[in-house]
């Protein structure tokens, strides 16, 4: 159901020698960074050795200044075929919610990345994403 989750920090370095400290004891690790052209490392990922990050944290504001303005907190749902991501930003349009990112590739990720950004009525940032390449 939750493929991540990810945290707003005010200084990602700092942030990051955290989080590498406490979850190495739990046995997760830093496997991946999101460097954007023109604005460099903005996130990192945290989970199992050779696995695929599950919470992340990032400077949002150079990702989304405008939406980040109402919190750091991000919660990002699994879909299982692009389809399924279209349908829950339909969804959450029809149901009250507000755009924060048209479904689409977010090739900045990885080249199979699709997602769709959205505020729920109360504005928490929610998203639906999934990896799977399709024709």
């Known amino acids: 159901m939750i493929d991540h989750v990810s945290l707003g920090v005010s200084d990602l370095a700092a942030a990051r020698g955290f989080y590498d400290r406490v979850l190495a004891g739990l046995g997760y690790v830093r496997s991946m960074d999101i460097d954007l052209p023109g604005q460099g490392v903005v996130a ?3 989970g199992e050795k050779g696995g695929t990050p599950s919470f992340w944290i990032g400077v949002p504001e150079k990702l989304d200044a405008e939406g980040s303005r109402r919190g ?3 919660i990002a749902f699994m879909g299982k075929r692009r389809a399924d991501i279209d349908a829950f930003h339909a969804a959450v349009l029809a149901a009250g919610g507000a755009d924060n990112g048209a479904p689409g590739l ?8 699709y997602g769709a950004f959205a505020f729920d009525p109360d504005g928490n940032k929610i998203e639906a994403c999934c990896h799977h390449p399709e024709p």
């Open 44 to 46: 990192h990922g945290y």
């Open 72 to 74: 750091g907190v991000h």
């Open 106 to 113: 977010r090739a900045h990720y990885h080249a199979d990345y």
